[in-house]
């Protein structure tokens, strides 16, 4: 008879455990805020700012290129000052 009281309260406490789990997470997830939406109101200045950043990037592809291909064509001297130079500043 002791055995069964203590199997019976042993899966009391067990149940009320879970039972109170559950509902600790329930209640976890109602009080989670929904993701805050971002309206956009103006989607011309948007596209505006986009497609400045789009000339500033292909200024500086067409920089880097230019001075990448004058570094090529340039003679043995000019490159190894050009070394020297970017060691010295470092």
């Known amino acids: 008879m002791s055995l069964n009281i203590k199997l019976i309260l042993i899966v009391a406490i067990s ?3 879970f039972i109170t789990t559950l509902i600790h ?3 976890q997830k109602e009080a989670t805020q929904p993701p805050r939406v971002i ?14 950043l789009k000339l500033k990037s ?3 592809k067409l920089k ?16 190894i000052n050009l070394f020297a130079d970017r ?3 470092q």
């Not at 309206?39 to 400045?52: A, M, P, V």
């Open 64 to 79: 880097y290129e230019t001075k990448i291909n004058n570094y090529r064509s340039s003679n043995t001297t000019n490159k």
């Open 87 to 89: 060691i010295n500043r």
């Open 25 to 27: 997470i329930s209640k």
């Open 58 to 60: 292909d200024t500086i």
């Open 15 to 17: 149940a009320t455990l």
């Open 39 to 52: 309206t956009l109101s103006n989607t011309d200045t948007i596209y505006q700012k986009i497609e400045i």
